[in-house]
């Protein structure tokens, strides 16, 4: 007989991983009786093995400390044959965490994966390709160093309970210890609200969709707004249908920004955009009339350059009291003062339903001439 392959060609120090022999002439001499076994090098132990045709003949490995074996056949539990052919028993690899903690559900086929970034102990390419293993689903790993590795997860089409993924370095004969994995479905993108904002930032945005998680869901600080290239911390709402995160500020001449959220750190939702507007005093040219009756709602007209957004209500302030605005274009504004008692106020104007600015002008209330 002639042995011509084994696989796995390596193992777990704690044995019990089934190694196939590949070959010639592999049938026992007596198939009744118990008279194949295997050998692993100098180990004392020999185990019984299973003749399952004449090319192939199935053991399971003992318990070993590290190093490398040739591995020995028997057909007449007398006389063994050298395979020529090595097999490693190692350290198992062992894992501590996983970032991120899941992952979007994604269509059979997808191209593109979520890489998760595993740290532990006893990752090598010692003993070959690292594969990872979640649910009944394999894909490729790559070691980074003893430490740590990676797993592209191209995901799977159904949300799940949490699965354990675990590696293998022999194809999945033997596998690590698990860690939990979940899918999810990716949040979607409806409405940003407001629709934009100044450029100095400090807009807080919500960010209305649905299949949105809570904040600890996938891990602390997990669900996150992208805006542009630039990462902030969120906060989702617990009925899944809003996500809070603050605007950053942006130079003068930057019109846009697109608008994505992740809710594990990794994988970002398609894009809304928000638009930032750069409005100060001097866009304010003229406030008409500056004073008014305390009782009147006495209606003023701001003249400048204005931002009108369709989702969004524009507001005046005249000291702490709000009111409507009227924008009847870009470039024309009416606001009714509320009514006050006899003083002087600063005026203040927003598009956003959020961020205010103050008009280079006071409004005074006085009281009305009686005759």
């Known amino acids: 007989p002639t042995i011509t ?13 089934s190694v196939t022999l590949t ?15 295997c050998h692993f090098g100098s180990l004392a132990a020999k185990v019984a093995a299973t003749s399952v045709s004449a090319t192939q003949v199935v053991c399971q490995n003992v318990a070993s400390p590290p190093g490398t074996f040739f591995v020995w056949l028997s057909l007449n539990n007398a006389d063994f044959i050298s395979s020529s052919k090595n097999y490693t028993f190692h350290y198992p690899p062992v894992l501590s965490s996983v970032y991120p903690l899941g992952a979007p559900v994604r269509a059979t086929g997808t191209t593109t994966p979520t890489v998760a970034t595993l740290t532990g102990q006893n990752l090598t390419t010692a003993y070959g390709a690292l594969k990872c293993y979640y649910g009944t689903t394999v894909s490729d790993g790559t070691v980074i160093n003893s430490t740590s590795a990676t797993c592209a997860i191209p995901g799977i089409p159904y949300e799940s309970d949490p699965l354990q993924l675990t590696v293998s370095f ?13 899918f999810y479905q990716l949040g979607v993108l409806q409405q940003l609200v407001p629709p934009g904002g100044p450029i100095e930032g400090g807009t807080q945005l919500r960010v209305s969709g649905f299949f949105f998680k809570t904040r600890t869901f996938l891990g602390d600080n997990a669900v996150r707004c992208l805006f542009g290239t630039v990462s902030v911390p969120a906060n989702a709402s617990l009925d899944g249908k809003s996500i809070y995160c603050t605007t950053i500020a942006v130079p003068a001449s930057t019109n846009t920004l697109d608008v994505k959220i992740t809710q594990n750190g990794v994988d970002y939702s398609a894009r809304e955009r928000f638009f930032y507007y750069d409005i100060k005093p001097p866009n304010f040219f003229k406030m008409d009339p500056q004073a008014g009756p305390l009782t009147a709602r006495t209606s003023v007209r ?16 005249f000291g702490a009291n709000v009111t409507v605005a009227t924008l009847e274009t870009a470039g024309l504004m009416r606001c009714l003062a509320p009514e006050s008692g006899p003083m002087v106020v600063n005026v203040s104007a927003t598009f956003n339903d959020q961020d205010y600015v103050q008009a280079p002008f006071t409004y005074t209330y006085y009281i009305p001439p009686t005759v």
Do not use: M, V, W
């Open 5 to 17: 392959q084994i696989a796995p060609s390596t193992g777990f120090l704690a044995g019990g991983t």
């Open 170 to 182: 022999n194809g999945g004969a033997d596998k690590s210890n698990g860690l939990p994995f979940l």
């Open 302 to 317: 701001f003249e400048g350059g204005f931002i009108i957004f369709k989702t969004a209500t524009p507001r005046c302030k």
């Open 23 to 37: 070959g010639t002439d592999l049938k026992p001499f007596d198939e009744l009786a118990a008279s194949t076994y």
